[in-house]
T-cell receptor, first 109, second 114 residues
Framework: GEDVEQSLFLSVREGDSSVINCTYT??????LYWYKQEPGAGLQLLTY?????DMKQDQRLTVLLNKKDKHLSLRIADTQTGDSAIYFCALGGSYIPTFGRGTSLIVHP | DADVTQTPRNRITKTGKRIMLECSQTKGHDRMYWYRQDPGLGLRLIYY???????NKGEISDGYSVSRQAQAKFSLSLESAIPNQTALYFCATSDRTGGNNEQFFGPGTRLTVL
């Protein structure tokens, strides 16, 4: 089955850029997602990218997909304290997505 | 109003008790899922249902059962709760006609088994 790996923690200073990385094994997924989980809440889709794209930008968010290396990243520019959350990488298509373990982003002043 | 609701939000119970967690959705989606979340382990799929008459086991279904009472309702039962079932439980929905198969999550139920 699909294996999706993320580091568990990332600590950044407010105003800096954050880069959350994800690697995976199966390259057949149609969509690659980033979900955000704020404290005390469920996951919410933050952004996603089609497997035939290399990059997607949405305001402060940049998603990069390197299919050759099976590597997905999420860059958050000008990170704010409100960005503190757990970020999940997920891969999917027409069936059930496979989630990574989540990266806890800690933003300190 | 929340589109995916879960009840209860918190529950403390004792080993051996039967527990039911409920999920309701107003999104009109046909697909529903139950996950559990444990620190450092991420989300693991317990059961999923693609339609009212369709029930499928996920990767960790042992000790759990589900019922899809209607398109909008999907309940998770622990027949005899044990302490290692202490976790955060999420219900989610998705639309099979949705282009990106986005999953919509409820707020979660925090279950503690003593």
């Amino acid at each position: 089955g699909e294996d999706v790996e993320q580091s568990l923690f990332l600590s950044v200073r407010e105003g800096d850029s954050s880069v959350i990385n994800c690697t995976y094994t199966d390259s057949s997924s149609t969509y690659l997602y980033w979900y955000k989980q704020e404290p005390g809440a469920g996951l919410q889709l933050l952004t996603y990218i089609f497997s035939n794209m290399d990059m997607k930008q949405d305001q402060r968010l940049t998603v990069l997909l390197n299919k050759k290396d099976k590597h997905l990243s999420l860059r958050i520019a000008d990170t704010q304290t409100g960005d503190s959350a757990i970020y999940f990488c997920a891969l999917g298509g027409s069936y059930i997505p496979t989630f990574g373990r989540g990266t806890s982003l800690i933003v300190h002043p | 109003d929340a589109d995916v609701t879960q009840t209860p939000r918190n529950r403390i119970t004792k080993t051996g008790k039967r527990i039911m967690l409920e999920c309701s959705q107003t999104k009109g989606h046909d697909r529903m899922y139950w996950y559990r979340q444990d620190p450092g382990l991420g989300l693991r799929l317990i059961y999923y249902s693609f339609d009212v008459k369709d029930i499928n086991k996920g990767e960790i279904s042992d000790g759990y059962s589900v019922s899809r009472q209607a398109q909008a309702k999907f309940s998770l039962s622990l027949e005899s709760a044990i302490p290692n079932q202490t976790a955060l439980y999420f219900c989610a929905t998705s639309d099979r006609t949705g282009g990106n198969n986005e999953q919509f999550f409820g707020p979660g139920t925090r279950l503690t088994v003593l």
